[in-house]
């Protein structure tokens, strides 16, 4: 078992920043890939990035890239999510995943955090 606590999440205004953090415990978190979704009301549950569990393979979505950063720290089992030029839009809950696969697809991550939710105003 894996346990994911996300944190970071809050109000922020339209351009700003906030970096979200995923702390993980049980397993040794440096043999997972780790992955940020998000799912805003209404919608699905999407992927937003992926980071291989050597950090040598990072996907973004089409609508996060060139403004959020995925990035892990093994030594402190953490996985962080900076975001920038935040837009009304990436308004939403915020889960990580951990899975032994790298993979794009929710239904390959078994462990999910509680989520934190990201509220970007206009």
């Avoid at 606590?5 to 922020?12: I, K, M, T, Y």
């Avoid at 940020?36 to 996060?64: C, L, M, N, T």
């Avoid at 995943?97 to 955090?113: C, L, N």
Wanted: hydrophobic share 35%; glycine share 10%.
């Amino acid at each position: 078992q894996v346990q994911l606590v996300e944190s970071g999440g809050g109000l922020v205004q339209a351009g700003g920043s906030l970096r979200l953090s995923c702390a993980a415990s049980g397993r040794t978190f440096s043999n997972y890939a780790m992955g940020w979704f998000r799912q805003a009301p209404g919608k699905e549950r999407d992927i937003v990035a992926a980071i291989h569990w050597s950090s040598s393979i990072r996907y973004y979505a089409d609508s996060v890239k060139g403004r959020f950063t995925i990035s892990r720290d093994n030594a402190k089992n953490t996985v962080y999510l900076q975001m920038s030029s935040l837009k009304p839009d990436d308004t939403a809950v915020y889960y990580c995943a951990a899975s032994t696969i790298y993979s794009i697809r929710d239904s390959a991550y078994p462990y999910w955090g509680q989520g934190t939710q990201v509220t970007v105003s206009s």
